[in-house]
């Protein structure tokens, strides 16, 4: 125990002193690169959101031709402001977001209860006019639908004959918002990058960087058993790649909760402690990377062809993922044991806020350790091939 | 004490046809004794450092055996390794490390604690004069300094023989010097002492035996007076040139 022990630590305290490998480790893959992905995600997420309960002003032209419509328009959270002359080159230019126009005609077509003209002028190319156009929308919608229903009464009929189907529209899914709901799908591929990174320099600097440096034979001529010796360069990559992935997610922590944008922890209920979850879970799925990254170690002559390696495996990994994303899997019992698979879907059912049982968390967890068991044991039978050295 | 006995190692061809075979060392068969140095001298491509790779245990013989300090190279590898200092053609330190760490590190891979390996690496300070270097990243280090760690490195555990492979390949005439010097004493000190080399003025100078090796196979093994007088040569160059069936040069 004490040799391994001294392997694990001396190739720990070298990568420490790499600071190549320690960016990588460290700051590319745990800080860099979340931010790099979720930071516009969450900008998406701001342009697409429409708050009703914040006061919003509208341009309006005409607005004292329908007064009763302006009250319901202030009683919904809009502003009303007069429309400059030029209002349609604004809008065209992105100056003004939209403008409402309110017709000559409309008082007359209201109370002979014609259909009432009203023109919303908006700009197509730009999101923030466009959601504006939305939440106006769904506010004259709104009105209509009650300035209607006030006449049928007024005309002794009950409104609801009018309504053949009562269709209520309720997303089951946790957030509801697409943006904000991508960001939660990222957490596992941010977890997982993030682990892969922290280890892939070691493992390339332990393996096959210590036979480029000529440091592999006189190692290898100490009364050291090579198994041993690889479980502990094993080890060293593992505690890497824990490392990084804690550190991710402390930094999609951080990036949700801290994010300068309003009402983001409506959208996010993120609590620290469901990010410690998702990180447990995601362990396994380190363990299983470790032996990915020290298998393709060992099959490479060089530091050079393992990085060429490893960038492709690097994805190998991650493919289920991306096919879980677009393939809308339902999640069953027989699913959750297929090794890494069951892993992503456990790390999944947190940005969808399913429930899974503790049995099959269970049965996940273990068939990605067995797995990653097999390809490390598939490591150490070539890892003891003498072509190591010849 | 090394004792080879027909030891030989082939190669699967890179490229070529399914089972052509290269041979690496086909027959070697040599004794190293304690106390004293044994060169195995010959051409660069002869097989001395597959031969001193499989002494370390690092390959395993096609065929044959060898002997280190009573334990078989293929039956009992690790009491061989518990036995032998290796030191193989290049250095090969961790750049990152200091002098110091690279020593401490293989003293603990060999199970000393951390406070018998510093001790054990200062010991190992003093004995190969190391002063100038020992707490400094062994990063940009000459070929001297490195050899020098090195060789600390394979004397971690006290073993009895040590296999040097071309040892002073790459050093300045002052370093070779004070390697050999430091060679001598290890011998008078009791310990086998195997190392290759393809310079016969080293080889001359330093050896009490002289193992030639060519073409996979050892040619003559014996003291430097003996090969001299079976060849009928005056110097070793010319005694190497007969060993191995080659004709000499008429002037």
Redesign the interface.
């Known amino acids: 125990m004490r040799r391994i022990r001294a392997v694990v630590l001396k190739e720990i305290k070298d990568n420490l002193r790499d600071r190549r490998a320690l960016f990588f480790a460290l700051i590319y893959g745990p800080v860099i690169l979340p931010l790099m992905i979720i930071g516009p995600m969450l900008i998406g997420v701001k342009l697409n959101s429409i708050d009703f309960d914040k006061v919003t002003t509208i341009a309006v032209i005409g607005a004292d031709k329908a007064p009763n419509f302006i009250q319901f328009l202030r009683e919904n959270n809009i502003e009303v402001t007069a429309a400059p002359d030029n209002y349609r080159e604004q809008i065209a230019e992105n100056k003004l977001k939209l403008a409402l126009e309110i017709d000559d005609i409309f008082a007359e077509q209201f109370t002979k209860a014609e259909p009432a003209l009203l023109t919303l002028y908006f700009n197509g190319g730009d999101s923030d006019s466009q959601n504006s156009a939305r939440q106006l929308r769904v506010i004259i919608n709104r009105y209509d639908r009650l300035i209607g229903k006030l006449r049928m009464l007024a005309r002794g009929f009950d409104a609801d004959v009018l309504d053949a189907i009562n269709l209520v529209e309720d997303d089951l899914s946790a957030e509801g918002e697409f943006g904000s709901k991508m960001i939660s799908h990222m957490l596992p591929f941010v977890l997982v990058f993030a682990m892969t990174m922290g280890g892939f320099y070691l493992a390339i600097d332990s393996i096959p960087g210590e036979r480029e440096r000529n440091s592999l034979e006189p190692l290898l001529s100490l009364p050291l058993p090579r198994a041993q010796l690889l479980v502990a360069k094993a080890l060293a990559v593992l505690a890497f790649v824990l490392f990084s992935g804690f550190i991710a997610s402390l930094t999609f922590f951080l990036i949700v909760s801290l994010a300068p944008i309003e009402k983001i922890d409506e959208i996010f209920d993120y609590r620290f402690i469901e990010i410690i979850y998702a990180y447990i879970l995601a362990m396994p799925l380190g363990v299983f990377m470790t032996s990915i990254l020290i298998l393709v170690s060992i099959f490479s002559r060089s530091t050079k062809e393992a990085q060429t390696h490893l960038g492709i495996m690097m994805i190998v990994p991650m493919m289920p993922l991306f096919a879980l994303e677009f393939l809308n899997v339902k999640v069953s019992s027989l699913l959750m044991a297929a090794p890494i698979v069951g892993q992503y879907l456990l790390l999944g059912s947190i940005a969808t806020g399913d429930v899974l049982t503790s049995a099959q968390i269970i049965v996940s967890i273990f068939s990605t350790l067995m797995f990653s068991i097999v390809v490390f044991l598939i490591a150490l039978l070539v890892y003891r091939r003498e072509r190591l050295v010849a | 004490m090394i004792k080879a006995n027909g030891l030989a190692k082939f ?1 699967k061809r890179k490229g070529g046809k399914k089972n052509e075979k290269v041979v690496a060392v086909e027959d070697v068969s040599f004794t190293a004794e304690d106390g004293a140095i044994t060169g195995l001298l010959g051409p660069n491509g002869a097989g001395k450092s597959t031969t001193l ?1 499989m002494l ?5 013989p096609d065929s044959g055996s060898a002997e280190v300090d009573g334990f078989s190279i293929t039956n009992d590898a ?2 061989v ?2 036995s ?1 200092g ?12 200091t002098a110091e ?1 690279n020593i401490v ?2 003293a ?4 000393l ?1 951390k406070k018998q390996a510093q001790q054990r690496a200062g010991e190992l300070c003093e004995q190969l004069e190391m002063h100038d270097f020992f707490l400094r ?1 062994t990063e940009g280090f000459s070929q001297g300094q490195k050899t020098k760690v ?1 060789l600390a ?2 004397l971690v ?1 006290k073993p009895r023989t040590l296999i040097l492979d071309e040892p002073t390949n790459g050093l300045d005439v002052m370093a070779m010097r004070g390697l050999r010097k430091i060679i001598r004493r290890l011998s008078e000190e009791g310990h086998c002492i195997l190392f290759s080399s393809h310079v016969m003025q080293e080889v001359a100078a330093l050896c009490d035996h002289i193992a030639i090796i060519s073409d996979g196979k050892i040619a003559i093994s014996d003291s430097l007076a003996g090969i001299l007088s079976s060849t009928g040569q005056k110097d070793l160059e010319d005694a190497f040139v007969i060993a191995i069936g080659e004709q000499l040069e008429l002037e």
Do not use: Q
């Open positions: 190669y790779r370390a245990t690092l390959v395993v690790i009491s390794r518990r032998i290796y030191l193989p053609h290049n250095a090969g330190i961790y750049p990152r490390l760490e590190y293989f603990e891979v060999v199970g604690d990243r090195a490195r394979a555990h």
